[in-house]
């Protein structure tokens, strides 16, 4: 998608949404503790439409224990240009149990660069997808 002529922000469409989120593989998912936000680095991949990570016990499995309602953002970043891009999924966080698409997962490169066994793995069905891109109509 072309820039404004002057620079600005705007809209990226679902699709190249979806093209950015798979290209990347580190993102952030934000889950509500309560009525807090809280936002956890995480190593992904992008499968079936779905934002699909691994994890261990804690806040994340708890949200897809639990069916909650999660944001997943990823994004890039020029900071000698003032230019990137930003993509946010909104979606239903779901426990991964089925065993053919767990086989499908475990050849995906989703391994968790934390420390310890991160057994679980969590899928975000997105429900919106949007995306913001910042240009600055630097000359040609």
Known sequence: MAGPEY??????????????LGERGIGRVAVSIGTVPAVFPVN???????VVFRTTA???????????VVAFEVDDVDPLYHEGWS??????AELV????LLARVARLPVAP????????????????????????????
């Open 7 to 20: 620079g600005g922000m705007e809209s990226i469409s679902e699709g190249a949404c979806l093209d950015l």
């Open 97 to 100: 149990t089925d065993e053919a």
């Open 87 to 92: 993509v946010l999924v909104v979606g239903r």
């Open 113 to 140: 660069w934390a420390p310890g066994t991160h057994e679980h793995v969590v899928a975000i069905h997105p429900a919106v997808v949007s995306g913001r891109r910042i240009v600055q109509g630097r000359p040609a």
């Open 44 to 50: 992904y991949a992008v499968l079936d439409g779905d």
């Open 58 to 68: 804690g806040t994340k499995l708890d949200a897809a224990v639990r069916r909650s």
